[in-house]
């Protein structure tokens, strides 16, 4: 390959790892390049440039980047080991707030099919038949019987903990499929986000006609705060992948979606980490048969009210991004 041909290929690449050394991290586009991939191309690039005895001007403007590079790679690990606590208290909510948009769209496809339904199904006893089989129905109805000694799903286990883990293994099994269901150029996302909506408008339609709201909204309200939002924001995760594949810009697909990968899971980390606080409230808290309703219920509106305070505000007065 002529040395022409070989800057023609890599020229736009090296133009954007430049643009991000300079930009020191502080823009969306820039934080999402995913640094050490792209640092071992160039050295690869750089190994050839050398081996085809390319012109020094080239070289040594390759160097120049490895050398950049590099330090910003041993930088990036060392924020990355002592990262974890500032991407709790800052680096997750930025991520979400820097998508609005796409998170947005992506309640918006959960939150709409679930009102319909749930009005549905609460106008109709027979539309609930649409998503359920009749042994799901009566199985719904009696994990919220006010007669039950604890309630929530039938138990194999009698145990909290062992209904901890089946709670986590469930959860993230349903925030994985949405949020993988986005590399589908998002119909995937698309689709477990409306498919969830409607699932669970029906859940609550449909045991609010029955009746049974002293022992459901008590129980569902503590988890929810940290499930429901989880759900979505997986979604919206995905819903990010979709859109590097269906509009990858200037850029490759392949590279496109690189980079949308890596803001995406500035998203799930956190989304992973909201799945296990609901399973386990879900486990220890909400199946509790004892605590009275009123508290429940003001504890489950207050942890509402704490997961919308974090996303809106935590992080805001932080103008670095975790890493």
């Not at 002592?82 to 680096?91: Q, R, S, V």
């Not at 998002?186 to 609550?204: D, K, R, T």
């Not at 859109?243 to 998203?267: C, F, N, T």
Request: aromatic fraction near 12%; include cysteine.
């Amino acid at each position: 390959m002529r040395q022409r041909d070989f800057e023609n290929r890599y020229r736009d690449s090296w133009a954007q790892l430049e643009a991000w050394l300079k930009s020191d991290s502080k823009s969306t586009q820039a934080s999402a390049l995913d640094l050490p991939v792209v640092y071992r191309e160039l050295c690869q690039q750089l190994a050839v440039a050398k081996e085809r005895q390319y012109t020094s001007r080239l070289i040594d403007h390759l160097n120049k980047l490895v050398t950049a590079a590099h330090h910003r790679v041993y930088r990036q690990q060392t924020l990355r080991r002592k990262g974890w606590l500032h991407y709790l208290l800052a680096g997750f909510p930025q991520a979400v707030r820097a998508n609005g948009r796409v998170v947005l769209l992506a309640t918006a496809l959960f939150l709409l099919p679930a009102l319909v339904m749930g009005i549905g199904t609460y106008n109709n006893d027979a539309l609930i038949y649409a998503v359920m089989s009749p042994g799901d129905v009566l199985s719904l109805e009696s994990m919220y019987d006010p007669g039950n000694r604890v309630l929530g799903r039938e138990r194999g286990s009698d145990t909290d903990l062992a209904m901890f883990g089946f709670y986590i293994k469930n959860n993230i099994g349903i925030a994985f499929r949405t949020f993988a269901g986005g590399i589908l150029f998002g119909l995937g996302s698309i689709f477990f986000l409306v498919f969830n909506g409607l699932f669970i408008g029906a859940a609550f339609g449909h045991i609010t006609r029955v009746g049974f709201v002293s022992t459901f909204y008590p129980f569902v309200i503590s988890h929810g705060a940290f499930e429901l939002t989880a759900i979505v924001l997986a979604g919206a995760a995905g819903l990010l992948l979709g859109r590097s594949l269906v509009d990858p810009g200037q850029h490759r697909r392949s590279v496109a979606l690189r980079l949308a990968s890596v803001e995406a899971m500035k998203i799930m980390y956190g989304t992973f980490l909201m799945l296990v606080i609901a399973a386990f409230l879900e486990a220890f808290w909400s199946s509790s048969a004892t605590t009275p309703i009123t508290i429940k219920l003001g504890f489950g509106a207050l942890l509402w009210l704490l997961v919308f305070a974090y996303f809106a505000l935590a992080g805001r007065g932080d103008s670095s991004h975790a890493s």
